[in-house]
């Protein structure tokens, strides 16, 4: 075979690219970017969760803490142990969960003070409070 018969440098050795063309592709993938969604992605990194002062345990029909007590700003954690959904229904205007599935979570957070009751949907028996301070 003659020296440089239709094989390009490229074709030999793919995962080397000289510098202008690492470049070259560092601009095009920009250009696929739009710049809203490269934003978005930097200020979701700057917000943080709310710490999660509580956690209440969904086991045998039942919430393992009936009442817990927060500061403002903290949240809570819902953790299904049962084998059956469950859901986190406020009885306020706070909204809740969907159905938490088994070995599923719930967590949220609250900004006001304020005594907030809450029980399951599917079952209505239980029943817990948060107490936020």
Request: charged share 20%; hydrophobic share 35%; with cysteine.
């Amino acid at each position: 075979m003659e020296r440089g018969a239709g094989i390009r440098h490229s074709q030999l050795a793919p995962h080397v690219l000289s510098a202008r063309q690492q470049r070259r592709r560092q601009q095009h993938r920009r250009q696929l970017t739009p710049k809203s969604s490269r934003r978005r992605h930097h200020q979701q990194a700057a917000v943080r969760p709310a710490p999660v002062a509580a956690t209440v345990r969904l086991a045998a029909y039942k919430f393992a803490t009936d009442t817990v007590t927060i500061s403002v700003g903290q949240a809570v954690r819902w953790v299904n142990n049962d084998p059956v959904e469950h859901t986190i229904t406020f009885d306020g205007a706070e909204p809740g969960s969907p159905l938490i599935p088994s070995n599923g979570s719930f967590v949220h957070r609250f900004d006001k003070a304020g005594r907030y009751p809450y029980h399951c949907t599917p079952h209505p028996f239980m029943k817990g409070v948060v107490i936020v301070k």
